[in-house]
Every structure is written in C-alpha cells, then in structure tokens.
C-alpha cells in the first residue's frame, strides 16, 4: 500500500504561483506513475498532470496548460511535486495526488482517474 499526502496548497490572486508537494511512502516501489487530479465541486475529478518511470516521463492532461505547470520527481525523498504559475481562477479546485500500480504509456490512460488506486485526501487551492 501507498499512502499520499499533499500539501501546498492555498489562496492567491491571479498571476501568482503555488508549489504543490506529494509525499509518498509505504510500498514506494508499487508507485509507477504519480499524477495530479483536479476537482471542482459537482464535477469529476480532472488530471492535471502525469509523472511516470521514476520521473523520466511527463505527460500534461491538456494543452490549454501552456507551460504554466510543471511537474517533477524528488526520488531521494520520495515527493512529486507541481508547480503552478501564472494562475488563473479557472486552476481553482481540490487538487489530488495519486498513484498507480501499473506502468502507463498512453495519454489517455495516464490522465483517467480510473487507472489510478492510491489517493490521497487533497489540497484546496483558490485562485481569485
């Protein structure tokens, strides 16, 4: 079992920036790829961003992104993080770490929440 734990998150004004930690630990080795969900009230759960084979392989959930997020993988200590910048109000949600037992390749797999069995319990980040 992995257990997640995100911090990171909070409140600021568009334009700014916010840096998203993941911590892992437990079955580290059963932690293939690590990604970034996001959720709105009502709405399902969105990726965000994928980090995958140890950090050697990044995907962003959507090109509307365009350079404002960054994802990384701190091995020594076990943390994903994202960095967010130039936040806009529409980045604002429950942003969610998670974790997958399985190896994924494809974009599709990698941004569906249903490949993902690890979770952890979310940070609140509010872009006014």
């Known amino acids: 079992h992995v257990q997640l734990v995100e911090s990171g998150g909070g409140s600021v004004q568009a334009g700014g920036s916010l840096r998203l930690s993941c911590d892992a630990s437990g079955d580290i080795d059963n932690r293939k790829c690590v990604a970034w969900f996001r959720q709105v009230s009502g709405t399902e759960r969105e990726g965000v961003a994928v980090i995958c084979a140890g950090g050697d392989s990044r995907t962003y959930c959507h090109d509307v992104v365009g350079g404002r997020l960054t994802i990384s993988q701190d091995n020594a200590n076990n943390v994903v993080h994202l960095q967010m910048t130039s936040l806009k109000p529409e980045d604002s949600g429950t942003y969610y770490c998670?974790?997958?037992?399985?190896?994924?390749?494809?974009?599709?797999?990698?941004?569906?929440?249903?490949?993902?069995?690890?979770w952890g319990q979310g940070t609140q980040v509010t872009v006014s």
């Open positions: 998670a974790a997958s037992k399985t190896l994924m390749w494809r974009s599709w797999e990698r941004c569906s929440q249903g490949n993902f069995v690890f």
